[in-house]
């Protein structure tokens, strides 16, 4: 064929592929005018009021679920299937058959990988769901293992309109891997505001991980740039797509390190079409009162420790006591009598029994009044009714009873108890905590009631663990939780009780670990998340942040502490330029002016107490900045303080004053890691103060190198 035919050949199929893109986004637009529809008229069908107002949520779940974005592709692939080994043209075979079935079930067929499943007026469909089995061959398919796949089609776009295509011939050894133009560009493309999915760019050992079986827990050690995070986001849409009933029930929850992560994170679930996920904070699910006061740092550790997981249980155990006297009801012209042997059994049963201490006070109560029952249906011959059972439970004798042997408890009650009544704490926590530590959980000024408290955010874990002693607390089906690595042993404990019945995808780095109870062993961290037998498994190489980036934030890895393998990156593209400078704020603006140049996002990065210069240094210069917290804003430059930037991403990333960064806090070096890997173009680092040691270059390094421009690689 010549060169001439071979082109127009191309533009055929091109035109081909973009007639197939309007006919699915009219297909999908359908699809939703028919939900719409069903929406408005669902209470005029439905047969009753109940039945109107599960069908009026399910069908606008559904219209929100088949929203279309113009500007996201509706498909990213296609799988040509090649004709099954040993069929003649024309034969089919039955699925099921035999041997290889995986492959010749779909033998000739041709499928368009996309976000969501779309159908035509007939039911066939036009893209399938990234998540469906087929799918699968898309991300796993390879010229060793072609898996039926005789062609793998990857889509270029441009702004929602397809531009072009690329296709690697499985069938005969061709794989392009990282070596695909389409594929580079989609993971090298320019980011501004929220994160996107990765539905087109998933990798092998990714997609491993984002198909692993619901009941599987997996914890995630992932290195900077490797897709961590969007690893569980992708792990729980597909979870839903494959038992969304029951997870529709139990639900999936997302946990973050802050809201300005979750706020960056918040439009990927959507746009695969999965609308109703909990998002939350650790402090979040904690939140049962007020945080209205800090407390040292010292004070806190200790109240993140495990220990006070057993010194809240012997408090609440220490509230249970033995029966002294029996119990006599008056009841009209009768009187009932419990002796002291049975209210031992009663509590000494319902003690074994492990219940949450309210729901055992609620046993001992009905096991007292099942006796009065008793004595009731063998003196009058007949069985009392409801109101008298109620009534029996209320009783002066029996709440008595109750009151002495298994008093009611709050959460607030218990921990302002052990907080202020030193004879308490010394006795829950007897051999447990030292006479100093003890000292430190006292505050200098206790308040009188627990309403009087002023209480922290390690006093609101503290508050979480009794509630857990005390009442259940409702679970989800699947919890994935980033940025684990800073989750205390109380934290970790608050999320088991909330997945003690489901899964969990833990996902964290421990070298960006920067809480001072930050985990340094994941096995110690999935043993307190009730998980202990969960898999840990690495992601090591990156996709997004640049090589010289990586290798320049790898020399602080030797000084972490941790043991962790050291990041790898694909690209090679991308800048580093590491510069002294005499003014911080005038050499910012410069910066961020030369970024603005380029395409993307930019973001600024200092130690917090630095924040609000820089900002108004650039509003002098005449440039917008947002902040980490305004997922509206509109602006290209974001200033950022370190210590919210972790899970964050900016195409450029100016880094101000590293040894300022390092010296805020006791984990710095951590922190500052953190930082320098937020980049996925160009890292500047601009420093006045001598940059900290494990960045200093060493005898026969040759140090960064030469700022590099992207735009020219």
Known sequence: MTLHAQEQSLDTELTAEREHLEESRAALRRMRERAEALFATGDKVAGDAYTAEQLGRHMARRVAELA???????????????????????????????????????????????RRHVTDAQGEPLVLDWRAPVSRSFYRASARDPQGVAVRRRFGFHGGELTSFEDERLDRGEELGTASRILTAEIERPRVGPMRDIVATIQPEQDELVRAELADSICVQGAPGTGKTAVGLHRAAYLLYLHRERLRRSGVLIVGPNRAFLSYIAAV???????????????????????????????????????????????????????????????????????????????????????????????????????????????????????????????????????????ALTPDGLVHLLLTDPDALTAAADGLLTDAERALLRPAKPARTPKAM??????????????????????????????????????????????????????GDLAQGTAPWAATDWHESLRHLGKPDAAVVPLTVGFRVPAAVVAFANRLLPAL????????????????????????????????????????????????????GLRAALAA??????????????????????????????????????????????????????????????????????????????????GPPAPTDPMEQ
Do not use: N
Not at 89 to 100: C, I, L, V
Not at 663 to 684: F, Q
């Open 561 to 612: 502490a941790v043991d962790v393998p050291p990041a790898e990156s694909l690209r090679h593209d991308g800048g580093l330029d590491v510069r002294t400078v005499d003014d911080l704020p005038a050499a910012t603006v410069a910066e961020v002016r030369a970024a603005l140049a380029y395409d993307g996002s930019v973001g600024v990065i200092a130690a917090d107490a630095a924040v609000d």
């Open 454 to 507: 002023r209480w922290t955010a390690a006093d609101a874990v503290l508050l979480d663990e009794a509630a857990g002693l005390i009442e259940r607390t409702a679970g989800y089906g699947h919890v994935v939780v980033d940025e684990a690595q800073d989750l205390s042993a109380m934290q970790c404990r608050a999320l088991a009780r909330r997945s003690e019945h489901g899964s969990v995808t833990l996902l």
């Open 68 to 114: 279309d974005d113009p500007t996201t592709p509706l498909f990213f692939g296609k799988l040509d299937f090649g004709a099954a080994t040993g069929t003649e043209p024309g034969e089919s075979r039955t699925p099921g058959a035999g041997p290889g079935d995986e492959d010749t079930d779909h033998a000739g067929r041709a499928y368009h990988v996309g």
């Open 269 to 407: 679930l959507p746009a695969l079409g999965e609308v109703e996920v909990d998002q939350a904070t650790v402090e979040d699910l904690v939140g049962r009162v007020p945080v209205r006061a800090t407390e040292d740092p010292a004070v806190a550790v200790i109240k993140h420790d495990a220990r006070l997981a057993e010194v809240l249980r012997r408090a609440v155990e220490a509230h249970i006591s033995a029966p002294t006297e029996p119990v006599v009801v008056s009841d009209g012209s009768f009187r009932w009598r419990i002796g002291l042997e049975p209210l031992h059994r009663i509590v000494q049963e319902t003690r074994r029994e492990g219940l949450p201490y309210a729901t055992g006070r609620d046993r001992v109560r009905a096991r007292v009044v099942s006796l009065l029952q008793r004595q009731a249906e063998a003196r009058r011959a007949e069985s009392p009714s409801d109101a008298w059972l109620r009534r029996m439970g209320r009783s002066r004798p029996v709440v008595d009873f109750l009151d002495a042997v298994w008093p």
């Open 621 to 702: 210069a005449g440039i917008d900045a947002a902040t980490a917290d305004d997922p509206a804003a509109r602006a290209r430059v974001t200033v950022v303080p370190a210590t919210l930037v972790k899970g964050l991403e900016y195409d450029h990333v100016v880094v101000v004053e590293p040894a300022a960064i390092v010296a805020a806090e006791p984990r710095g070096l951590h922190r500052l890691y953190v930082v320098l890997t937020r980049a996925v173009s160009r890292l500047a680092v601009l420093h006045v103060a001598p940059l900290p040691e494990p960045l200093v270059p060493v005898a026969g390094d040759p």
